[in-house]
């Protein structure tokens, strides 16, 4: 069960519930662990689907593979990525959904992640984030969850129309090395998207 936070009630005491939430206790198949990373000074705010088991792991969000291509994409090295406090990691869902099982000798990826997460706790987290100048959203799953009816067909579509969401939000594929074939069918991507993203980037994080 949440609690409800007026806004003034400040960051610390939304991300000391949501630490706290055991709501999916029993329907994972390991003990939820909340990870979330968000400051009062945020103003650019990466909302995934949800950690990876490697995440679940280290209690950081995107110290994995995809961490690595995500922060080329941002133009930002690791240290920067978690030392300057006007960057925020907050996925749609906050514990590592389970991976599904192997099939056909392939590896099988993670379980979607929960609606129940993202309803339980979305609303407060961003009230308590006022400053956040640009969200990035990361993956089918979060862009669906933000843009409601606004989201396209399919997550490329979502992707290529990243103009319509400009300048307060802007959808990336999930940096994941299971979309490296999609990047090469859609080099469009990495030609205008990241170097847009880079800017914004530099300008949010500038002294």
């Known amino acids: 069960m949440t609690t409800s936070h007026d806004p003034a009630d400040g960051l610390d005491a939304v991300l000391a519930d949501i630490r706290a939430c055991r709501a999916c206790l029993g329907q994972l198949p390991h003990t939820p662990r909340p990870v979330v990373r968000v400051f009062p000074g945020t103003r650019l705010l990466i909302c995934g689907q949800a950690p990876g088991r490697r995440v679940h792991e ?7 593979p995809s961490g690595d291509r995500l922060r080329q994409w ?12 006007r960057l925020g990691v907050a996925a749609q869902a906050f514990c590592y959904p389970g991976t599904a099982p192997h099939k056909n000798g392939r590896s099988g990826g993670d379980y979607p992640p929960p609606r129940r997460c993202a309803e339980l706790w979305r609303p407060q987290l961003l ?7 640009l969200t990035l959203l990361v993956g089918g799953y979060a862009q669906v969850w933000a843009l409601r009816d606004q989201a396209k067909v399919n997550m490329t579509g979502t992707v290529r129309a990243w103009r319509e969401y400009a300048p307060s939000i802007l959808p990336l594929p999930h940096p994941s090395w299971r979309n490296t074939a999609w990047l090469r069918r859609n080099p469009w991507f990495e030609a205008e998207i990241v170097p ?3 800017e914004r980037v530099q300008g949010i994080l500038a002294p």
């Open 196 to 198: 847009y993203l880079r």
């Open 58 to 64: 280290s209690g950081l969000p995107f110290t994995d």
């Open 74 to 85: 941002l133009g930002v090295d690791y240290e920067t990525f978690y030392a300057d406090q």
């Open 127 to 133: 009230a308590a984030l006022p400053d956040v100048e």
